[in-house]
């Protein structure tokens, strides 16, 4: 039966540590800019507007081509998109070490690299997740997202770290060089799009319904017998899409803004780059433990309120960051952030697949997922050019904290878990 409950290791699990994996290179790679941004500036002889503008136009870029991401792993298999990027990202990392003036470092940096990564992200691997799983899709889902949190935990100080030692441009080669010799055994070996009828169902569940699980499964993890999801169309005219993509828009400018700034922020602040990268590492490492209680209370607990709860306290985190003056008060804020920095994607991808149905969830996870890079395309011009401007980052980091807030209010207004599917008429 493929299940780890009849004796066995059951095979999703395994895809699941391999897009963990990859989501740390990809996202770890794209939150973090913080560490490349000033030795870029300085290097290039760029401003922080000029830079941060070309940061903005790739968040972008990102959150554009992973609606494409999602459609091609619907059509042409997670393997073929996989493979894609890759080779993208390996192309423009070169093009990137030897872009000299803006427009050449705007194309191969912000838009070939952005391009890239979208095609490895979590958008082309929360389809394959959702397939495979339905009793223990939230916490599957949830995994996923350690992986964003290792990639802030372990990347920002070893980005760090490898760029006062070697250099930008050798920092980002290597990189390049690694992502290749993981992903490509990665999208061969491990990636299946097939998975089994009744995916992660016990055995009693099957037997009370022997509706088959890839068509879907509630909240509690059981296959239902749901009305038919309805198409893309009619699910951009109903409510919950548009307050999960509010969501999203406000994590994605909280968390572009952090990755981009967080240091220059810090460091202008008086903390030299070391104590800077390993604030910003802690609350990456702190989430990836508070991953694992999240998961297990998604599958449990209500998404919206989750998801409201982890919006509010990250919320106030933003305040907290941008006042902070002494060490102990950074790693408190860190600590406390990070146990909430965790799950806002998950759980909105979870909340489009129990509404939805995973049919649709991966090109309707690229389109709210572009509110999120919108969101990020802002902040991280934002964040250059109003501390250009006014000599302060509270203008960005403020209004952060005030967008989380407002995310908070959105997601308590989500469907609960009863509402297992919109009806395919809802928006006609």
Same mark, same amino acid.
């Given at each position: 039966?493929?299940?780890?409950?009849?004796?066995?290791?059951?095979?999703?699990?395994?895809?699941?540590?391999?897009?963990?994996?990859?989501?740390?290179?990809?996202?770890?790679?794209?939150?973090?800019?913080?560490?490349?941004?000033?030795?870029?500036?300085?290097?290039?002889?760029?401003?922080?507007? #000029?830079?941060?503008? &070309?940061? !903005? /136009? %790739?968040?972008?870029?990102?959150? +554009? $081509?992973?609606?494409?991401?999602?459609? @091609?792993?619907?059509?042409?298999?997670?393997?073929?998109?996989?493979?894609?990027?890759?080779?993208?990202?390996?192309?423009?990392?070169?093009?990137?070490?030897?872009?000299?003036?803006?427009?050449?470092?705007?194309?191969?940096?912000?838009?070939?690299?952005?391009?890239?990564?979208?095609?490895?992200?979590?958008?082309?691997?929360?389809?394959?997740?959702?397939?495979?799983?339905?009793?223990?899709?939230?916490?599957?889902?949830?995994?996923?997202?350690?992986?964003?949190?290792?990639?802030?935990?372990?990347?920002?100080?070893? #980005?760090?770290?490898? &760029?006062? !030692? /070697? %250099?930008?441009?050798?920092?980002? +080669? $290597?990189?390049?060089?690694?992502?290749? @010799?993981?992903?490509?055994?990665?999208?061969?070996?491990?990636?299946?799009?097939?998975?089994?009828?009744?995916?992660?169902?016990?055995?009693?569940?099957?037997?009370?319904?022997?509706?088959?699980?890839?068509?879907?499964?509630?909240?509690?993890?059981?296959?239902?017998?749901?009305?038919?999801?309805?198409?893309?169309?009619?699910?951009?005219?109903?409510?919950?899409?548009?307050?999960?993509?509010?969501?999203?828009?406000?994590?994605?400018?909280?968390?572009?803004?952090?990755?981009?700034?967080?240091?220059?922020?810090?460091?202008?602040?008086?903390?030299?780059?070391?104590?800077?990268?390993?604030?910003?590492? +802690?609350?990456?490492?702190?989430?990836?433990?508070?991953?694992?209680?999240?998961?297990?209370?998604?599958?449990?607990?209500?998404?919206?309120?989750?998801?409201?709860?982890?919006?509010?306290?990250?919320?106030?985190?933003?305040?907290?960051?941008?006042?902070?003056?002494?060490?102990?008060?950074?790693?408190?804020?860190?600590?406390?952030?990070?146990?909430?920095?965790?799950?806002?994607?998950?759980?909105?991808?979870?909340?489009?697949?129990?509404?939805?149905?995973?049919?649709?969830?991966?090109?309707?996870?690229?389109?709210?997922?572009?509110?999120?890079?919108?969101?990020?395309?802002?902040?991280?011009?934002?964040?250059?050019?109003?501390?250009?401007?006014?000599?302060?980052?509270?203008?960005?980091?403020?209004?952060?904290?005030?967008?989380?807030?407002?995310?908070?209010?959105?997601?308590?207004?989500?469907?609960?878990?009863?509402?297992?599917?919109?009806?395919?008429?809802?928006?006609?």
């Amino acid at each position: 039966m493929d299940k780890e409950e009849s004796g066995g290791w059951y095979f999703g699990w395994n895809i699941v540590g391999a897009a963990a994996v990859l989501t740390l290179l990809t996202v770890g790679l794209r939150m973090g800019i913080g560490p490349f941004f000033l030795p870029m500036a300085d290097g290039l002889g760029f401003s922080r507007s #000029l830079l941060s503008g &070309i940061v !903005a /136009v %790739g968040m972008l870029c990102y959150g +554009l $081509a992973m609606p494409l991401a999602g459609y @091609l792993v619907s059509v042409r298999g997670t393997r073929f998109v996989l493979l894609t990027g890759t080779a993208i990202v390996v192309a423009s990392s070169l093009w990137t070490v030897f872009a000299r003036g803006p427009i050449e470092f705007l194309l191969s940096f912000g838009v070939a690299l952005s391009v890239g990564l979208a095609f490895t992200s979590p958008v082309a691997l929360t389809p394959i997740i959702s397939r495979w799983f339905t009793r223990q899709r939230g916490m599957a889902l949830f995994f996923l997202s350690t992986g964003s949190m290792a990639g802030i935990a372990l990347m920002t100080p070893t #980005l760090t770290f490898a &760029i006062s !030692a /070697v %250099g930008w441009q050798e920092t980002l +080669l $290597a990189f390049s060089v690694l992502f290749a @010799l993981l992903t490509v055994p990665v999208a061969l070996f491990v990636m299946r799009d097939a998975a089994p009828e009744h995916t992660d169902l016990l055995p009693h569940q099957i037997i009370k319904d022997k509706t088959p699980a890839n068509a879907g499964g509630n909240a509690n993890g059981k296959a239902t017998t749901n009305p038919p999801a309805p198409n893309v169309r009619n699910a951009l005219r109903t409510l919950p899409f548009w307050q999960v993509a509010l969501g999203l828009f406000a994590c994605g400018y909280s968390m572009n803004l952090l990755g981009t700034h967080g240091m220059p922020m810090l460091m202008d602040h008086g903390f030299d780059a070391t104590t800077s990268s390993l604030g910003i590492g +802690l609350i990456g490492l702190v989430a990836i433990f508070s991953t694992l209680v999240l998961g297990r209370m998604s599958d449990r607990v209500e998404r919206r309120n989750i998801l409201a709860a982890i919006y509010l306290v990250r919320g106030l985190g933003f305040f907290a960051l941008v006042m902070v003056g002494a060490h102990w008060e950074l790693y408190a804020a860190a600590t406390i952030g990070g146990i909430v920095w965790a799950g806002s994607i998950a759980l909105s991808s979870a909340i489009l697949a129990d509404v939805y149905g995973i049919r649709l969830v991966g090109v309707l996870y690229g389109l709210t997922y572009l509110g999120h890079q919108v969101g990020g395309m802002i902040s991280s011009w934002l964040g250059g050019w109003a501390f250009d401007t006014f000599h302060t980052h509270w203008v960005a980091f403020g209004s952060a904290g005030v967008l989380l807030l407002l995310a908070a209010a959105i997601s308590l207004r989500l469907p609960g878990r009863g509402l297992a599917r919109v009806p395919a008429t809802v928006g006609r």
